[in-house]
């Protein structure tokens, strides 16, 4: 059976018990996804092979559509070219002195924002280290003219990070 949004933007596919495909364009996809493609694909993974022996057809197509991207848990499995791994140099570089916060601060919003759009996905320490990061910086203003009582400063960012990265225990 296939169901089409009236305008086709998307479509759903019942080609056997147990299981629908979806495809559309992005704003169908991440509406009907909204933990984003990659997780949707890594669950429907692990539900293939809890019910493999009963239909045993998930395990095949689950195999057809892997992630794209796996799912992180240590700085060394990020693959180079993703936008984890861009946050991690700029993390690495910002404790070490290398770049100023606002350079530091625009940069990680950027790789951010590919990581997301590439469905990348940190899990275990290395997520929560990010998410860490993430919630630091959400208290820290780019301008100095924007910032509001409590905000971070330069310093007091550049601090907070570094206490974040030296409590990363477990993430190398």
């Not at 929560?128 to 960012?157: I, M, N, Q, W």
Request: proline fraction near 5%; glycine fraction near 12%; hydrophobic fraction near 40%.
């Amino acid at each position: 059976m296939v169901l089409r949004t009236p305008g086709s933007e998307g479509v759903v596919l019942f080609l056997a018990e147990g299981y629908a495909l979806i495809t559309g364009t992005t704003v169908f996809m991440t509406a009907a996804v909204s933990e984003g493609v990659d997780t949707a694909r890594a669950r429907f993974g692990r539900y293939a092979r809890t019910l493999g022996e009963r239909h045993p057809a998930l395990t095949a197509v689950a195999s057809a559509h892997p992630p794209r991207y796996r799912a992180w848990s240590h700085p060394g499995e990020a693959d180079p070219d993703s936008g984890v791994a861009r946050q991690l140099a700029l993390l690495g570089a910002f404790v070490d002195g290398a770049c100023g916060a606002a350079e530091f601060a625009r940069g990680w919003w950027e790789a951010r924002r590919v990581s997301q759009a590439n469905g990348e996905r940190a899990r275990g320490a290395l997520g929560d280290l990010l998410d860490e990061v993430f919630r630091t910086l959400e208290d820290y203003s780019v301008d100095p003219d924007l910032a509001e009582p409590g905000d971070l400063d330069d310093t007091g960012l550049r601090t907070a990070v570094r206490a974040v990265w030296a409590g990363r225990k477990g993430t190398e």
